[in-house]
C-alpha cells in the first residue's frame, strides 16, 4: 500500500511541469531520466512538417491527453499508414512560440555574467550547459559571434584560425598520447570526449585516419574502413578531373548533385582538400586560406539595401516568386535560414505577410 501511494504521489508530481524559468534555470543541471519525465508529463507527440520555413510554423506538439486517434504503438516495428494531421482541426495543437526572439540589450544582458573574465570566446556547448542556448541563439541573430567578442573584449579563434596552428608534424606529435590506451580509431564523438576535436579534425585535414591509424598501430573499425576507404585520395582526383572537365571555376553543390556526384562533395568536405584540389586543376572559387566560404554577400548591410528597392511601395511582404523574379532566391534562403525566418523579418519592417489559402489555385 504504500508503494501504491509513493507511486501515485510521484505520478501526482510529474504531472505539474515546472515554471518556464525554473526549468530553464534547472535544465542544464537536470539528468536525462529527469528531463524525459519533465517532457513526458507535458507533451504526448509531436508532429513537425517537412519544409524550409521557420520551427514554429511546422512544428506542432500536442499536450498530455489530446493526441488524435489512430497513432500507431510507440514500439511498433511495423509501420502503419501515416495519420493525416490538420492543426486546424486540432483545437489544443500548440505551435511552438515565438517568444524566445530576444532583443539585443535582453540578450546581451543574460550573457554579460557568463562572460565576465574570459580569456576565451566560449564554444556553444559551454552556453548550452550553462542554460543559455537561447541567449546564444538571439546573439546570433543580431550580429555574428566575432562582432559580439570583440565588444565584449573577448578574443575569438574561427575555425579557419585554429587550424592555422596546426600542422602534419604536430598531428604525428600529439596523436599518440591521444591514443594511449586505445586500440582502435576513436570516433568523432569519442575525441570530443576526450578532449582532442581539434586534433581530430587536423588529423582529416592533415592526412587520414587510415594513414593515422596505422602509424599509430590502431585499427579501424569496419565501419570506419568503408566510410573513408570509399573514397580514396587517388579515387577523388580522379572523380573531379571527369567533373571538372573544361572547366575553369570549382563546381558549386547543386552541380555536384546534377552529376550525381554528391558522394564525392562530401568526402573532399571531410577531406579538407579544396583548395589543393583547386590549385592542382586550375579552378577559381575555394578560398586562399584552405577553407571553402561560400562568399559573404549577405551581411546586414547588404540585405537591408537588397530589399530596399523590393518592398518600395508595398503593404505586404513578397512571396518566394517575387524574390526569384527580382533576381534575389539567394536573398529569400538567407532570411528563411534566419530566426524566425520571413515572418520575424516581415514584423520588422512593419509588414504582414500573405498566406496561401486557397486551394483550388496552384500555389505560386
Not at 572559387?285 to 528597392?309: F, H, I, K, Q
Not at 519592417?349 to 496552384?362: D, F, K, L, T, V
Request: aromatic share 10%.
Amino acid at each position: 500500500q504504500a508503494l501504491i501511494a509513493l507511486a501515485a504521489a510521484r505520478g501526482a508530481a510529474a504531472a505539474l511541469p515546472p515554471s518556464i524559468d525554473d526549468l530553464r534555470r534547472d535544465w542544464p543541471t537536470m539528468g536525462l531520466q529527469a528531463r524525459r519525465t519533465v517532457i513526458a508529463a507535458t507533451i504526448e507527440i509531436a508532429f513537425v512538417f517537412a519544409g524550409r520555413a521557420a520551427p514554429r510554423h511546422r512544428v506542432w506538439a500536442m499536450p498530455q491527453r489530446t493526441a488524435p486517434p489512430g497513432l500507431p504503438p510507440a514500439a511498433t516495428l511495423v509501420m502503419p499508414e501515416p495519420v493525416a494531421f490538420d492543426p486546424a482541426d486540432q483545437a489544443r495543437a500548440v505551435p511552438l512560440k515565438g517568444s524566445f526572439d530576444w532583443s539585443r540589450a535582453t540578450a546581451r544582458r543574460a550573457v554579460t555574467p557568463f562572460l565576465s573574465g574570459r580569456a576565451a570566446w566560449p564554444r556553444f556547448s559551454e552556453f548550452q550547459a550553462a542554460g543559455l542556448a537561447v541567449a546564444y541563439a538571439n546573439l546570433r541573430r543580431h550580429a555574428a559571434i566575432a562582432t559580439w567578442a570583440k565588444a565584449f573584449d573577448i578574443p575569438y579563434a574561427t575555425r579557419r584560425d585554429a587550424m592555422t596552428a596546426w600542422s602534419t608534424e604536430r598531428v604525428r606529435r600529439e596523436l599518440p598520447g591521444a591514443l594511449e590506451g586505445w586500440d582502435r580509431w576513436p570516433t568523432e564523438h569519442e575525441f570530443r570526449a576526450m578532449g582532442h576535436g581539434a586534433l581530430r579534425h587536423a588529423a582529416v585535414v592533415f592526412g587520414s585516419p587510415q594513414q593515422w591509424a596505422a602509424e599509430c598501430g590502431v585499427a579501424l573499425s569496419p565501419r570506419q574502413r568503408r566510410r573513408w576507404d570509399r573514397w580514396t585520395a587517388e579515387r577523388i582526383d580522379t572523380a573531379l578531373a571527369e567533373l571538372c572537365y573544361g572547366r575553369t571555376t570549382w563546381p558549386t553543390k547543386p552541380e555536384f548533385e546534377r552529376a550525381d556526384q554528391l558522394g564525392l562533395y562530401e568526402a573532399i568536405n571531410r577531406a579538407g582538400t579544396r583548395l589543393q584540389l583547386a590549385a592542382k586543376l586550375g579552378l577559381k572559387g575555394p578560398s586562399t586560406d584552405g577553407y571553402y566560404r561560400a562568399p559573404n554577400r549577405w551581411t546586414t548591410a547588404a540585405v537591408e539595401g537588397a530589399l530596399r528597392p523590393l518592398l518600395k511601395g508595398r503593404t505586404t511582404w513578397p512571396r518566394g516568386d517575387e524574390f526569384r523574379a527580382a533576381g534575389l532566391s539567394g536573398l529569400y534562403q538567407v532570411i528563411a535560414k534566419r530566426p524566425g525566418g520571413h515572418d520575424s523579418c516581415a514584423r520588422d519592417h512593419g509588414m504582414s505577410r500573405e498566406r496561401w489559402n486557397n486551394a483550388s489555385e496552384p500555389r505560386p
